[in-house]
Nanobody
């Protein structure tokens, strides 16, 4: 099993920045893909970005490309999401997830373990 705990959410004005953290425990960190997803009120949960260490790959949703950056500190078993140039449409609950058993690291349904989520609110 994998346990995930997000932190770092909050409220910010448009154009501002936030950094989210996701601390993982359980299975050996870095041996499975991880991702960030978000869910806005009344909308489905959507893919934001994922990282796969086995191929040193990252993949971003078009809506955040150039503004958001995923990174990790393997010594701390932590994945980060740096969010810059935030827009009101980025307002959502952000979730960290781990794809331990799934085969497609870009498919939300393949993610097995989820954090509790952290709220990000961007005001105009």
């Amino acid at each position: 099993q994998v346990q995930l705990v997000e932190s770092g959410g909050g409220s910010v004005q448009a154009g501002g920045s936030l950094r989210l953290s996701c601390a993982a425990s359980g299975r050996t960190f870095g041996t499975y893909p991880m991702g960030w997803f978000r869910q806005a009120p009344g909308k489905d949960r959507e893919f934001v970005v994922a990282i796969r260490w086995s191929t040193a790959s990252t993949y971003y949703a078009d809506s955040v490309k150039g503004r958001f950056t995923i990174s990790s500190d393997n010594a701390k078993n932590t994945v980060y999401l740096q969010m810059n140039s935030l827009k009101p449409e980025d307002t959502a609950i952000y979730y960290c997830a781990a794809n331990v058993y799934g085969s497609n690291w870009l498919d939300i349904v393949e993610y097995d373990y989820w954090g509790q989520g952290t709220q990000v609110t961007v005001s105009s």
